[in-house]
């Protein structure tokens, strides 16, 4: 996986509130809740993420932040689990090959809930809606996604973002990048025409002037976080239980307010 400007804001913030979120009752409740799930480390809720991926998941002062970070933070802290977070690829993820490993016992990186993904992996309920965009230096001619057929278009491996620009853009050349941070040095190298992924993370590459949103691409796209398709059932439960607290508390609108709020 995505704000910032108004109008997207409110179609951002009407998804939250879709969502079930929630954040912690008592140490007592909590630790009696994860005493009967599978982890991997006794205790500890282990979190794999593809990082960086701002504003979702991202290092900052030598700790793990951002959107997708701060609720697993919250979502731990409630279950009454030391929260660990590990760095792997997203291919890894979302394939569910680094759950299935025992690499982890959840995922959070802004993974897309869809079909085909649901045949491998257990997903939460929603905690995210998001858009699709396009990025291009701020000279670029290009004014929308029908600009680019023969346009060199950067995209990440394994993303929806990916299978967006197959379907609507089959004229432009794809190059697949691992993560964002290729895919950004690529066009700030002038190596791609314009990068094509989640709307948030286009957003943060806007900041010093240099590029900008050519546009925003409306999906019915939302994020969940993953777990293993087998066996996982109490945990999907225990997380949606602490997604819809954090709803109700107000903490996931704190924190939703922190990074896409104008």
């Known amino acids: 996986m995505l704000s910032k400007k108004p109008a997207m804001l409110a179609a951002l913030a009407a998804g939250a509130l879709a969502l079930s979120a929630c954040g912690g009752g008592s140490d007592d409740a909590g630790s009696a809740e994860a005493s009967g799930l599978d982890l991997v480390s006794e205790g500890t809720l282990t979190v794999c993420s593809d990082i960086p991926y701002p504003p979702f998941e991202y290092e900052e002062n030598g700790e793990y932040t951002g959107f997708d970070m701060d609720l697993m933070k919250e979502?731990?802290?409630?279950?009454?689990?030391?929260?660990?977070?590990?760095?792997?690829?997203?291919?890894?993820?979302?394939?569910?090959?680094?759950?299935?490993?025992r690499q982890c016992d959840i995922g959070a990186s802004a993974v897309t809930i869809t079909e085909e993904r649901q045949a491998n992996l257990a997903f939460s309920d929603?905690?995210?809606?998001?858009?699709?965009?396009?990025?291009?230096?701020?000279?670029?001619?290009?004014?929308?996604?029908?600009?680019?057929?023969?346009?060199?278009?950067?995209?990440?491996?394994?993303?929806t973002g990916a299978t967006h620009a197959a379907e609507k853009a089959p004229e432009a050349e794809l190059v697949q990048f691992p993560s964002d941070a290729e895919m950004y040095a690529a066009i700030q190298?002038?190596?791609?025409?314009?990068?094509?992924?989640?709307?948030?993370?286009?957003?943060?590459h806007t900041e010093d002037g240099a590029f900008t949103i050519a546009e925003e691409l409306p999906t019915d796209e939302q994020y969940g976080f993953i777990m293993s398709k087998e066996g996982s059932e109490e945990l999907v439960a225990a997380v949606n239980e602490q997604l819809t607290?954090?709803?109700?508390?107000?903490?996931?609108?704190?924190?939703?307010?922190?990074?896409?709020?104008?």
């Open 75 to 101: 979502i731990a802290s409630g279950m009454g689990l030391e929260l660990a977070v590990q760095d792997v690829g997203f291919d890894g993820l979302q394939s569910g090959a680094v759950l299935g490993a």
């Open 189 to 204: 190298a002038g190596n791609v025409d314009a990068l094509l992924q989640d709307l948030p993370v286009n957003l943060g």
């Open 245 to 262: 607290a954090l709803r109700d508390n107000g903490k996931y609108q704190e924190i939703y307010d922190s990074y896409f709020a104008e």
């Open 126 to 159: 929603p905690y995210y809606d998001s858009l699709q965009s396009i990025l291009v230096p701020t000279d670029s001619d290009i004014a929308s996604i029908d600009d680019l057929a023969g346009k060199q278009v950067g995209v990440q491996q394994g993303t």
